[in-house]
């Protein structure tokens, strides 16, 4: 549902024409399933009988006429082209894989030819991404998105990235343009069916349309996304609230187990705040100034419970299990090379195009004028590396997933909101959003201090507003509502740290890049070719006053909720240069232990794949050994299951009927607790993660519904682990039937229940068991990929590769326990560097360069990263060109 202020409003997108007058609410929609899409793409897009009747003429035409259509929007690769506003010729070497690294003199040539490049291989990615970020997917694909438009427009993600724009620095307002010239250099002349075969689809289907002309806003509003993907425990804020409504404060305490720091070690184990600033050589009795709010209590009685009907919670796009990344760094002290090794795999949900394009930045003569010689991961639609190395230094990024988000339950009173004793005016705004084959759709954006109002947009945000049990002490006359406050919607210049760290070349510069990447918080590792090794996390963190903990949603109207106004200062988070133990594991755990003084969150990934990182290369270098980049490879496939470590004994307790009940059972007995796609233990392997997913269902389904139902993410894992030592928890007892349940009896029938489902799913023989099988990964494109219409769908989507792996495990291939057991995120790529010799440095994507389908490059590297295999990564001049196949040259047009 959104509040609307027109009647040109089609009953198919509000159910009316006229206003709610009773709460000013236009009729309630269901909140919107596109959270879950990382690009933001709300529900499968219809197509028209027309579209399908082309592609059978298509096909009944003959391939040759199919190969041109498709064939249409391919890069040129190769010769000249001329490019107006370059100084100078930018060469575009591209290696075997479609890989493009990039030669120019001066920073704008550079930036023009990424431009040109990113708009060769991925234009279409890049329109839907600022046609989301924007609100504006309605006008490609109609009322089906209308509801994602509503609620970016009601965030105002546009709008903050223009109010960003002029706090750039000049360097990188330069960058910016020059990399939309270059973009719009490709678009010049081009008619949309030969810059994607999408368009032509879209075409078909009665879309009139030409790309508008890029800007430098439209790369900044991407960076919003990335902050949403990854805001931290919005999620879980409001997952406690409803659980608890549905069983209880202290029960629901059981399934957000706190962090355990004996068991898994943090990021940084060393140094302390001193007066504000983190100093690494610090014991913790040395902290003073310790600012943070009280320890973790429910909030009041009025929010302690929160009415909302769970099965219509909206899947917001979050962390999720899988969300998240690995990435270490090792010293050259316990290297095999004598410099360090930094490895990097950064986990997000799956797709096609992928995320990450791999590019190289390289001036000529590194200068001033031209001070780029980089490479690494791109984003398509942001000029610049996200995460590589240049010349100098290496870094890798994790989520830190700090807490920067808080949702506020308002009294509001007409165009009134209370704070304290005082009404205040609520801040409002009208936007317009434009529908294909429908009527414009205006909404009202309401906002307070806190932020903007997005239970007008979501309904059971709504629900929980309406029915959340709160003092109605102002006589009936007060609207409740809730609000979002959240870090990204402030404007910051993260954009500047992405180019500053591009140039930086030590740590000290390092630091001062870092300092301005404000949203999404993240944990960079840093190499050096000087040797060194370091760690620091960035990003803008709320100070809250003493009565908000930032777990469930605060009441608006109390004070003492409100944020200070003020952030963890830069200085005051963990940092750490050349650390005791000779090397750094970040996998989003708790970033350091409880005797820091600042507040920055609680839900932390519990740390089973840091851990076992941690193990590993606590392994390798025990007695003098080292690590190699071999190693760090190997490592980043581990698919050993820790958990399995604590449950698998608890499973062979059970005595099961000999000879079918029992099958799976003795699988267990030898299994070595690794995940592999096929082989010896891959059986042993399928059978367990059938047993868990139906544990999860026998002992939660019964009082947990929607989206509060158990995903089997890692804190499930702990949750299970604790209940495992109480077998007469209430947890255990199906409250639906008569007999009350134990462990034991749980166990017992999640066996069973797993062989039957092996047994009609797989095969009855165990032998043919394997967790590939289940397991598979399925990359499907954002927006065609999901129109409903097979022979589209084909077209774009590509899929079937049975996977090793899981969720919690370093090789980490997430799944859903509530919706079966295909990958749902991944390692979106892999990177191993190595400091001593960059050229040795080892690189792959989950899929390919390219976003067009039928592109050789489209997705050629996921066969490769599913069997475990990395490309070699050419760094140098001498080695790009060694491996370039095609080299295209962008020439200065003439006048």
Same mark, same amino acid.
């Given at each position: ?194 810059? @994607?075969? #999408?368009? /032509?689809?879209? +075409?078909?289907?009665? !879309?009139?349309?030409? $790309?508008?002309?890029?800007?430098? =806003? ?112 090792? @010293?050259? #002290?316990? /290297?095999?090379? +004598?410099?360090?090794? !930094?490895?990097?795999? $950064?986990?997000?949900?799956?797709? =096609? ?492 994507s989950l899929t390919g360069v390219s976003g067009h389908a039928f592109h050789p490059h489209y997705t050629d590297q996921t066969d490769l990263m599913v069997r475990g295999e990395t490309l070699p990564w050419a760094f140098t001049e001498e080695a790009v060109r ?14």
């Amino acid at each position: 549902m959104f509040r609307t202020m027109t009647a040109t409003t089609t009953s198919a997108t509000t159910g009316d024409t006229g206003d709610d007058t009773d709460d000013h609410r236009a009729k309630r929609r269901r909140g919107p399933r596109w959270w879950r899409r990382f690009l933001l793409f709300p529900r499968p897009v219809r197509l028209t009988a027309y579209l399908v009747v082309l592609l059978v003429l298509l096909l009944v035409a003959g391939l040759a006429a199919g190969v041109v259509v498709v064939r249409r929007s391919f890069p040129q690769t190769t010769g000249e082209v001329a490019v107006p506003g370059l100084t100078g010729d930018v060469e575009v070497v591209r290696d075997a894989h479609g890989i493009p690294q990039v030669y120019a003199d001066t920073t704008e040539d550079l930036m023009r030819g990424q431009g040109y490049v990113h708009a060769q291989e991925r234009f279409y990615e890049m329109d839907v991404r600022r046609h989301a970020t924007a609100g504006r997917l309605a006008e490609l694909f109609g009322e089906d998105a209308v509801e994602s438009d509503v609620y970016v427009r009601t965030m105002g993600w546009r709008r903050v990235a223009e109010e960003e724009l002029p706090l750039l620095d000049p360097d990188t307002r330069v960058a910016l343009d020059a990399y939309a010239a270059g973009v719009n250099a490709y678009l010049a002349d081009r008619s949309p069916s030969r810059i @994607s075969l #999408e368009y /032509t689809l879209l +075409g078909v289907q009665g !879309l009139d349309y030409t $790309p508008e002309p890029w800007t430098a =806003v439209d790369s900044l509003a991407w960076l919003k996304a990335m902050a949403w993907d990854l805001r931290g425990n919005m999620v879980d804020e409001i997952d406690r609230a409803l659980t608890a409504w549905a069983v209880g404060t202290e029960r629901a305490e059981q399934l957000w187990p706190a962090y355990p720091l004996e068991e898994h070690a943090p990021i940084v184990g060393q140094g302390a705040v001193v007066d504000g600033v983190f100093e690494q050589d610090a014991v913790a009795d040395a902290t003073r100034l310790p600012t943070r709010p009280a320890p973790f209590t429910r909030v009041e009685d009025e929010l302690r419970s929160l009415a909302g009907t769970t099965s219509r919670m909206p899947s917001w796009l979050g962390r999720g299990d899988g969300i998240g990344s690995n990435s270490w760094v090792v @010293s050259g #002290e316990h /290297t095999d090379t +004598g410099e360090p090794i !930094l490895a990097n795999d $950064p986990h997000l949900g799956i797709g =096609v195009p992928g995320v990450w394009m791999q590019v190289g930045l390289h001036c000529r003569t590194v200068s001033e004028a031209c001070p780029y010689d980089v490479a690494g991961f791109s984003f398509s639609g942001v000029p610049g590396v996200i995460i590589g190395h240049n010349a100098d230094i290496a870094w890798g990024f994790t989520n830190l997933g700090p807490d920067v988000t808080d949702l506020y339950v308002e009294r509001v009173v007409g165009d009134e909101w209370r704070h304290g004793g005082r009404l205040l005016p609520l801040e409002t705004r009208e936007e317009t959003v434009s529908v294909l084959g429908g009527e414009d759709i205006t909404l009202t954006v309401r906002s307070t201090d806190h932020g903007p109002i997005v239970s007008d947009v979501d309904d059971v945000l709504a629900d929980v507003a309406e029915e959340a049990d709160v003092p109605r002490d102002d006589g009936g006359e007060a609207e409740y509502a809730v609000s979002l406050a959240w870090t990204a919607l402030e404007p910051t210049p993260t954009a500047d740290a992405i180019l500053s760290l591009n140039r930086a070349s030590d740590w000290t510069s390092f630091r001062a890049a870092v300092a301005d990447f404000a949203v999404p918080a993240q944990n960079l590792v840093y190499a050096d070719r000087e040797g060194q090794i370091g760690y620091q996390a960035p990003g803008r963190v709320p100070i809250r006053k003493s009565g908000n903990d930032g777990l469930v949603p605060s009441a608006g109207w109390r004070p003492e909720n409100d944020w200070t106004g003020e952030y963890v200062p830069y200085d005051g988070l963990p940092s750490v240069l050349e650390p005791e133990e000779g090397f750094v594991v970040t996998a989003n755990q708790a970033v350091i232990g409880p005797d820091y003084p600042y507040f920055l969150g609680d839900d932390f990934d519990r740390g089973y794949r840091s851990q076992r990182i941690r193990d590993l290369v606590e392994g390798q270098i025990r007695d003098g050994g080292t690590v190699s980049v071999d190693d760090a490879l190997t490592a980043q496939l581990d698919d050993r299951n820790t958990f399995a470590a604590e449950m698998v004994p608890h499973l062979l307790r059970p005595r099961l009927r000999a000879r079918y009940d029992d099958d799976g059972q003795r699988l267990l007995e030898d299994w070595d607790l690794t995940q592999p796609a096929a082989g010896e233990q891959s059986a042993a392997a399928a059978y367990f993660n059938v047993v868990w997913r139906t544990l999860l269902r026998l002992t939660f389904d019964d009082e947990l519904t929607g989206d509060q139902r158990a995903d089997g993410g890692d804190r499930w894992i702990a949750a299970v682990t604790e209940l495992l030592e109480r077998p007469e928890d209430p947890w255990w007892d199906d409250v639906s039937t008569d007999p009350v349940e134990t462990r034991d009896d749980v166990l017992r029938r999640a066996l069973r229940e797993a062989r039957d489902e092996l047994t009609s799913t797989v095969s009855p023989d165990t032998d043919e068991w394997t967790w590939g099988r289940l397991h598979r990964l399925r990359l499907e494109s954002a927006t065609l990929g999901q129109s409903g219409i097979g022979v589209v769908e084909r077209l774009f989507n590509r899929g079937g590769w049975e996977s090793g792996g899981g969720g919690a495990l370093v090789d980490a291939t997430g799944w859903d326990a509530r919706e079966g057991y295909d990958v749902v995120t991944a390692p979106s790529m892999r990177m191993v560097v190595s400091l001593a010799d960059l050229d040795d440095s080892r690189w792959i994507s989950l899929t390919g360069v390219s976003g067009h389908a039928f592109h050789p490059h489209y997705t050629d590297q996921t066969d490769l990263m599913v069997r475990g295999e990395t490309l070699p990564w050419a760094f140098t001049e001498e080695a790009v060109r060694a491996a370039g196949e095609d080299t295209l040259t962008l020439v200065p047009a003439g006048d």
